[in-house]
């Protein structure tokens, strides 16, 4: 069994960016205001890449179980009717990337978000789904 983790370092990443952008533009007049600013942003910035790296993937050889915060889903790869790696730019620097399951059906999809060498656990997945 497998146990795979989101990348949050992306998520800071990208989370650091915006709140840069966004002070560039505020109207702010006293220091205090803005350092109250940067520290609510980066605290909040904080809060959601634990509530991310808090859920985790277990890919084994009969299905995949997705656990996050408030729920837990067991998917069989014979439910599983296709999917795909989505990786862009910044995701492509960090090695991580998000994978798109597509379910019998069209009942639903579900997203493996961030987690780590893509590539691989993408090629582990299609080879099970081949094989059910």
């Known amino acids: 069994m497998l146990v795979v983790r989101p990348k949050i370092s992306k998520t800071i990443t990208k989370g650091s960016i915006l709140i840069f952008l966004f002070s560039i533009f505020l109207n702010i007049s006293r220091i205090e ?9 980066f605290l909040l910035l904080s809060i959601y890449s634990v509530i991310k790296y808090m859920s985790y993937y277990e890919i084994s050889e ?11 889903k067991k998917i069989r790869y014979t439910e599983i009717e296709d999917g795909f790696l ?3 730019w ?5 090695n991580c990337g998000s994978i798109y399951i597509f379910l019998k059906g069209g009942r639903r999809i579900e997203i493996l978000r961030d987690i780590p060498d893509p590539l691989k656990i993408e090629d582990e997945i299609k ?5 059910s």
């Open 33 to 41: 205001d803005f350092v109250i600013f940067i520290g609510i942003s």
């Open 127 to 131: 080879k099970k789904i081949d094989y």
């Open 90 to 94: 910044l995701a492509r620097r960090f």
């Open 62 to 72: 009969d299905y995949i179980i997705i656990h996050n915060l408030i729920s837990t």
């Open 86 to 88: 989505s990786q862009g």
